[in-house]
């Protein structure tokens, strides 16, 4: 059964650790990253964009796909199903499809509004028992098209959005989505001590987890960073995986052509991926 992600999270908060949630594509990531965190006995946050909530055909769909497996595969760990970077729209679906959390972004509102939509969302959420994140200074890179450079939040205007009574925040950092170029200064450290001074105890969340250094991401959870987001690395070893089975010509053996022989490389990858950053997050064992 779906959990809400607020008990995952504080427990992680408190912990000194952190829940990575991955983005899922289609079934076999779904599967892959379902199968790993119970192997792994870790908790796990699946998040879905609203492009690839459209890809998959709908939330009705994910959450049909989601509650399917938890049973079939017997799933025992905790899982949270999260719509990610969500607008406003997208929420009020996901709400009614029956994800178990949400994340609303309004920061490329001016804050007076991000604090109006946050606030009805707080309340609709509050009244069906999911979890919400809010989302404050803009994450760089790309997403879903939008590409921008790593802000860094401001930490007033993250107390404003925290009060409003959500469950966990994701503040820029100078963390960007996708690969990180060369030039990429790191993560502010500073930023995030401010904003952890403002906020106090509320969970955070470091979007753009892929190839941030491990002892930075070690540091942002000692500074009470408890959600990570993973899915570009994910994306990078499920296609080297395939690219390596197809230029090995071994969809060309027997009936290595059959989608569950061809994408069978890649789930792998995926499952091996998300045992490293589970295993980095220090979430292992603690379901």
Same mark, same amino acid.
């Given at each position: 059964?779906?959990?809400?992600?607020?008990?995952?999270?504080?427990?992680?908060?408190?912990?000194?650790?952190?829940?990575?949630?991955?983005?899922?594509?289609?079934?076999?990531?779904?599967?892959?990253? =379902? =199968?790993?965190?119970?192997?792994?006995?870790?908790?796990?946050?699946?998040? !879905?964009?609203?492009?690839?909530?459209?890809?998959?055909?709908?939330?009705?769909? !994910?959450?049909?796909?989601?509650?399917?497996?938890?049973?079939?595969? *017997?799933?025992?760990?905790? !899982?949270?199903?999260?719509?990610?970077?969500? /607008?406003?729209?997208?929420?009020?679906?996901? &709400?009614?499809?029956?994800?178990?959390?949400?994340?609303?972004?309004? /920061?490329?509102?001016?804050?007076?509004?991000?604090?109006?939509?946050?606030?009805?969302?707080?309340?609709?959420?509050?009244?069906?028992?999911?979890?919400?994140?809010?989302?404050?200074?803009?994450?760089?890179?790309?997403?879903?098209?939008?590409?921008?450079?790593?802000?860094?939040?401001?930490?007033?205007?993250?107390?404003? &959005?925290?009060?409003?009574? &959500?469950? #966990?925040?994701?503040?820029?950092?100078?963390?960007?989505?996708?690969? $990180?170029?060369?030039?990429?200064?790191?993560? /502010? #450290?500073?930023? =995030?001590?401010?904003?952890?001074?403002?906020?106090?105890?509320?969970?955070?969340?470091?979007?753009?987890?892929? %190839?941030?250094?491990?002892?930075?991401?070690?540091?942002?959870?000692?500074?009470?960073?408890?959600?990570?987001?993973?899915?570009?690395?994910?994306?990078?070893?499920?296609?080297?995986?395939?690219?390596?089975?197809?230029?090995? %010509? *071994?969809?060309?053996?027997?009936?290595? $052509?059959?989608?569950?022989?061809?994408?069978?490389? %890649?789930?792998?990858?995926?499952?091996?991926?998300?045992?490293?950053?589970?295993?980095? #997050?220090?979430? !292992?064992?603690?379901?």
């Amino acid at each position: 059964m779906l959990v809400s992600a607020k008990e995952m999270l504080d427990k992680a908060r408190e912990g000194k650790y952190a829940v990575g949630q991955f983005n899922i594509n289609n079934l076999e990531w779904t599967k892959a990253i =379902l =199968l790993t965190a119970e192997e792994l006995k870790s908790p796990v946050i699946l998040g !879905v964009s609203e492009g690839a909530g459209k890809y998959m055909t709908g939330y009705k769909t !994910v959450v049909g796909m989601v509650n399917g497996m938890l049973e079939e595969l *017997k799933i025992t760990v905790p !899982v949270a199903l999260h719509l990610d970077h969500g /607008s406003y729209d997208g929420c009020m679906k996901c &709400i009614e499809a029956g994800f178990s959390s949400v994340m609303f972004d309004g /920061s490329h509102y001016p804050i007076a509004e991000n604090i109006e939509k946050t606030t009805e969302l707080v309340k609709i959420c509050r009244d069906k028992g999911l979890s919400i994140e809010a989302e404050v200074g803009s994450i760089g890179g790309e997403e879903d098209g939008v590409v921008g450079m790593g802000e860094c939040a401001d930490p007033n205007e993250c107390k404003a &959005i925290a009060d409003l009574g &959500i469950d #966990f925040l994701a503040a820029g950092i100078g963390n960007i989505h996708g690969k $990180y170029p060369a030039n990429w200064p790191g993560l /502010s #450290f500073e930023t =995030l001590e401010a904003v952890k001074e403002k906020v106090g105890d509320m969970p955070l969340v470091l979007h753009g987890g892929t %190839g941030i250094p491990a002892d930075m991401i070690k540091k942002a959870i000692s500074l009470g960073v408890a959600k990570i987001n993973v899915n570009t690395e994910c994306q990078l070893s499920f296609a080297a995986a395939t690219r390596e089975y197809i230029e090995a %010509g *071994k969809d060309q053996q027997g009936k290595g $052509y059959d989608p569950r022989k061809l994408l069978a490389p %890649g789930t792998e990858a995926i499952k091996a991926t998300v045992k490293e950053k589970m295993e980095l #997050f220090g979430s !292992v064992g603690k379901a």
